[in-house]
């Protein structure tokens, strides 16, 4: 929960900033945000784009020996009560709103796409770089961490949203701990 509103509270300030603006309201500034439901067809290419993400997962998860899931920290992400599934869906949420949110839509429109998406994906795999901190071992999440940043970027660029890549990566990370669990 703490993590939800840490990543949140960024894009808070960026929405009040925003709107404050002359010529700017609030609605424009959540669009710019990419606080919109969006399109059906963004959920669509949601559903596309969770099927290799979880394969990917999946081998990262495996691929990593199981001495090493029992660490404790790594071993936070396993679904152990209903407590740490909504605290790992909210995770989840408040990482796109920071990450393909605000610094993707930010560095997209400045930037633009490739080198926004690169920069919004390369900050996204700075947390998880703390699990190496833990065990070296856990390596082979990073870059999928990376490709699922660089994947969620480009589907909210595709999309204007950051709404249907904040579910896939729930969804994503809900598997990953009923995987690892």
């Known amino acids: 929960m703490v993590e939800f509103v840490v990543f949140c509270i960024p ?11 002359a010529g ?15 399109a059906p067809s963004g959920y669509a290419w949601a559903a596309v784009l ?7 997962g999946w081998l990262a998860i495996v ?20 407590a740490v599934g909504v605290g790992v869906v909210l995770r989840a949420v408040g990482e796109e709103v920071l ?10 429109r400045r930037l633009g796409f490739w080198w926004g998406n690169l920069l ?11 699990l190496l901190a833990v065990d ?13 940043g660089w994947l969620l970027g480009w589907l909210r660029h595709k999309t204007g949203s950051f709404v249907p890549g904040a579910i896939v990566h729930a969804v994503a990370n809900v598997a990953a701990g009923l995987i690892a669990g």
């Open 63 to 82: 691929a990593i020996p199981a001495e090493v899931l029992d660490t404790p920290g790594v071993s936070v992400a396993r679904l152990t009560s209903v």
């Open 99 to 108: 990450f393909r949110g605000l610094l993707g839509g930010v560095f997209m």
């Open 120 to 130: 919004q994906a390369t900050l996204f795999i700075l947390p998880h770089l703390l």
């Open 24 to 38: 700017s309201s609030f609605a424009m500034a959540r669009q710019r945000l990419g606080v919109v439901w969006g």
């Open 136 to 148: 070296l071992r856990t390596w082979p999440v990073i870059p999928v961490q990376f490709a699922a």
């Open 11 to 21: 894009a808070v300030i960026y929405l009040i900033v925003q709107s404050r603006r």
């Open 50 to 56: 969770l099927v290799p993400l979880l394969v990917a």
